[in-house]
């Protein structure tokens, strides 16, 4: 549970990190997670003739940088994938992480539509995300409402290896401030909006350095960005959103929100087919 102190902290400067939150063993489901979704990309890959190995050997921390680097695109096919996985479901709807976020909006909880696991291998722009604000790839209206992230690195994360960067109190005109395209300024791949240096707010930009089982809780209208991973190994990471049930998610006619948890004694939460439906090949054909 959060301190007093740290919920000013986390509502004053849009972003607050908590150290060892996860423990090794909750986290480690999800790792065995990612590298049975990267041997699958792998035998795909291989059996389409597109790379010449599978590279097994490599283990969690390399294997996707040697696809990426016979396949270029491979990073963004793991990182596209709409599909949830049960491990990190399991991590999403984890009690002490309900019990967190119901501190920020109270007890009636949804899990927003968008989440993302993140392969940030080295050196590799498709994979580093420019500044911008959460809300801003959401459809207006969403920006009234309050959607706390979770951003869990799977590695200790920190300037080398492309850790976030925020901009502390850079949520708190209310604003969504003015986004470009990124594949409009140099960067013909990109899907990601850019923020410009020139339109940020006032503030101090903080490196975000975390070790392994800490998160970063972030408001959706601070700013923020991921640099380009320095390092030899993949940063993973992954993030899960929330809202009050009924409020603009900004996702209407994509995806809808699922209740996770309620006051309501009845309440019983169940999937049902939300974790099978891939929101990206959804929002593809809207």
């Not at 849009?14 to 060892?20: A, D, P, R, T, Y």
């Not at 991590?91 to 009636?108: A, F, K, N, S, Y």
């Not at 300024?185 to 006032?202: A, C, I, Q, R, T």
């Amino acid at each position: 549970m959060l301190t007093d102190a740290q919920l000013r902290r986390y509502r004053n400067d849009g972003f607050l990190v908590v150290e060892e939150f996860f423990t090794d063993d909750e986290l480690q489901p999800v790792i065995d997670e990612i590298d049975a979704m990267v041997d699958e990309l792998a035998h795909r890959l291989r059996d389409a003739g597109k790379i010449p190995e599978l590279y097994a050997e490599a283990g969690f921390d390399r294997r996707l940088t040697l696809l990426e680097r016979a396949y270029p695109g491979a990073a963004v096919l793991i990182h596209i994938r709409g599909i949830l996985e049960p491990a990190l479901a399991a991590l999403w709807t984890h009690p002490r992480l309900l019990d967190l976020v119901e501190q920020l909006i109270g007890p009636e909880v949804a899990g927003h539509p968008v989440w993302n696991l993140r392969s940030k291998t080295p050196n590799n722009p498709l994979v580093t995300v420019p500044w911008h604000q959460d809300t801003a790839y959401l459809a207006a209206g969403a920006e009234h409402t309050f959607q706390p992230t979770a951003w869990i690195p799977l590695v200790d994360a920190d300037a080398v290896n492309g850790t976030l960067e925020v901009v502390r109190g850079g949520h708190r005109s209310g604003r969504v401030f003015r986004h470009v395209p990124e594949n409009l300024s140099g960067h013909p791949s990109s899907w990601y909006l850019n923020l410009p240096e020139e339109e940020l707010p006032d503030g101090e930009q903080v490196t975000c350095t975390m070790r392994k089982g800490s998160l970063l809780l972030l408001n959706q209208l601070v700013p923020h960005r991921s640099t380009q991973n320095l390092w030899d190994k993949i940063r993973w990471s992954i993030d899960l959103r929330w809202q009050r049930p009924g409020e603009p998610s900004g996702f209407e006619g994509i995806k809808e929100c699922i209740r996770m948890r309620s006051a309501d004694p009845d309440f019983r939460f169940d999937w049902g087919d939300w974790r099978g439906q891939n929101r990206i090949e959804d929002a593809l054909l809207e």
